[in-house]
């Protein structure tokens, strides 16, 4: 009988897409969260930076990342034929409904 065959391709689509959703469900949290100001940690190798930015300015700039993350993750859903659930649709679309993945990011 004909079975259908899963590609070391569908595996690695599927690991990317379950990581931008982790960190899509992160960064929605940050755009909607109600504070005044933010603070962006970045990590290069062991080095660390701090940086105390102004919301809309951090808000922009995750917006940007997370459009590019969104698009990339409907992409690889759409070639490797995965469907996402709708919890993860929720956080694509930066549903307030998204909040059950978002538990995961505060490790």
Request: hydrophobic content about 40%; some cysteine; aromatic content about 0%.
């Amino acid at each position: 009988m004909a079975k259908i065959v899963k590609t070391d391709t569908q595996e690695a689509a599927l690991k990317v897409i379950k990581g931008n959703i982790k960190i899509l469900s992160g960064i929605n949290t940050a755009i909607n969260a109600k504070e005044k100001d933010s603070r962006m940690i970045i990590t290069t190798g062991k080095k660390k930076v701090s940086l105390a930015i102004e919301k809309p300015f951090c808000d922009n700039v995750l917006k940007e990342i997370r459009k590019k993350m969104v698009a990339q993750t409907e992409v690889l859903a759409k070639k490797n034929a995965i469907r996402l659930e709708k919890e993860e649709i929720a956080i694509l679309e930066n549903q307030e409904d998204g909040s059950v993945l978002q538990s995961d990011t505060e490790e």
